[in-house]
């Protein structure tokens, strides 16, 4: 994306505003190249003030930018779009970041000529740190490897099929709040061998963010890393076996698969 093009953001809520503020933390776009925009755009005042275009039209950002990201509830979706079927020109992108509306049914509401991709972020967007899963079926790939440089910005991206979007949302969205379970689970026990619950919340933390890092940076499988600190008849593997035998792992495996099974019901 050229820093003199505009990028557009309908549904100034608290996932396109993270966007946003991702995107300019990270220098990706200068703040009167982006539009947003919302109903009620008194509460966009804050980004106004830093030069932002902002509307409560949402046709202004399908007229003025060629990639817009679409971040509103997925019963609006129709609202939105029908009235902006005649706006949209050849070349445009349209991502979604809405929960259960398919590409196929996005393409019919924009029609033939606008690149429609899906993304799922996750709330770690808002610091930057968001896993965000895309999707696309007909676009060409210079734009969908586009749109994955415009969410490296706010994190790690991977292109996955979009018959994977729920999983993806299982997995990397409710997935934030398993590991912040994982935490509070970790910071009581910690609390039950002497600390004060700041410093076990904060040991608790930051144990988990670097064994997340020590994967994601030397590529290494779980296990590998788990070897190098299980020493024989250690307390280690034996708090290790202790979880295990109490079910850790099968409780996890089984509760990713219940909220499968949920938003399978839903969409």
């Not at 049914?105 to 799922?120: F, I, K, T, W, Y």
């Not at 202790?242 to 949920?262: P, W």
Request: charged share 20%; with cysteine.
């Amino acid at each position: 994306m050229s820093k003199n093009e505009r990028l557009g953001i309908i549904g100034g809520g608290n996932l396109g505003i993270s966007i946003a503020e991702g995107l300019l933390i990270a220098n990706y776009i200068q703040p009167s190249n982006l539009i947003i925009t919302r109903r009620k755009v008194s509460l966009l005042d804050s980004f106004k003030q830093q030069g932002i275009i902002t509307s409560a039209d949402n046709a202004d950002a399908v007229n003025n930018a060629r990639i817009v990201i679409l971040a509103v509830k997925p019963k609006q979706v129709a609202e939105v779009l029908i009235p902006l079927k005649d706006n949209w020109q050849p070349g445009q992108v349209m991502v979604s970041v809405v929960t259960g509306v398919t590409i196929t049914e996005l393409q019919q509401l924009v029609g033939p000529n606008v690149s429609v991709m899906r993304a799922m972020p996750n709330t770690a967007i808002a610091i930057r740190q968001s896993m965000t899963c895309v999707a696309a079926k007909n676009a060409p790939k210079e734009q969908v490897n586009e749109i994955v440089r415009l969410f490296d910005q706010l994190g790690k991206t991977v292109v996955i099929d979009e018959e994977l979007m729920e999983a993806s949302t299982v997995l990397g969205a409710c997935g934030i709040a398993y590991a912040l379970r994982f935490i509070r689970a970790a910071t009581q026990g910690g609390i039950e061998i002497g600390f004060d619950s700041n410093t076990a919340l904060l040991i608790a933390s930051q144990t988990a963010k670097g064994a997340a890092a020590l994967l994601l940076e030397n590529g290494q499988h779980p296990e590998r890393e788990i070897d190098k600190v299980t020493t024989p008849q250690g307390c280690t593997i034996v708090g290790l076996n202790e979880m295990e035998h109490n079910g850790f792992s099968s409780a996890l495996v089984k509760g990713i698969l219940a909220s499968h099974k949920k938003i399978a019901k839903i969409h």
